[in-house]
């Protein structure tokens, strides 16, 4: 049975559908691209947001990114209704504040494209006399960084 709808967005490393099984949800489908060294080969970018959602989860800041799944073998992601204008307050380890790769699900601010890239990884390195050190970054630091924000014009 064919499972995939309307094409209804595309970005540089996927093309995302609807899913005709369940209108709350969407897939995503990897794109083959040319790679840094000029061979065509697929990155899987989907992979990445299923692990990051996943660690994220552990701690419980999954809350921030659209649930994703795989279904026979097709990555799925809940599916998130485009950002009204306004200004949206996002928290600091997201790289990302491009409001195409935001959205709305039960109307609280969720990101859509959430690969490695987009999350700061953490614990970060610092130096202090001369040395090299390691700054372990607890999850209350880390849930109380500063924020920054997204504004999107009317
Ligand atoms: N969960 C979702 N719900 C609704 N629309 C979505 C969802 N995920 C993606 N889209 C739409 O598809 C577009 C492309 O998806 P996405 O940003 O994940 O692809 P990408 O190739 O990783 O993007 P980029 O070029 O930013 O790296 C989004 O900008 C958005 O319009
Ligand atoms: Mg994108």
């Not at 040395?131 to 924000?149: H, N, P």
Request: net charge positive.
């Amino acid at each position: 049975m064919e499972v995939l709808g309307k094409v209804i967005g595309e970005g540089k490393s996927r093309v995302v559908y609807e899913y005709l099984l369940d209108p709350n949800w969407v897939v995503k489908v990897n794109k083959e691209r040319v790679n840094y060294f000029g061979i065509k080969a697929v990155h899987d970018a989907n992979a990445d947001e299923y692990f990051w959602y996943n660690e994220l989860k552990k701690v419980g800041l999954h809350t921030w990114l659209a649930e994703c799944k795989y279904v026979d073998g097709l990555f799925l992601m809940r599916k998130a209704d485009k950002l009204v204008p306004g200004k949206y307050v996002i928290p600091m380890w997201f790289k990302d504040t491009n409001a195409d790769n935001w959205g709305l699900i039960d109307n609280k601010l969720v990101s859509i494209d959430y690969t490695w890239f987009h999350v700061k990884k953490q614990p970060t390195w610092y130096i202090s006399d001369g040395k090299v050190k390691r700054r372990e970054v607890s999850l209350e630091m880390f849930t109380s960084l500063k924020r920054k924000e997204i504004i999107v014009e009317e």
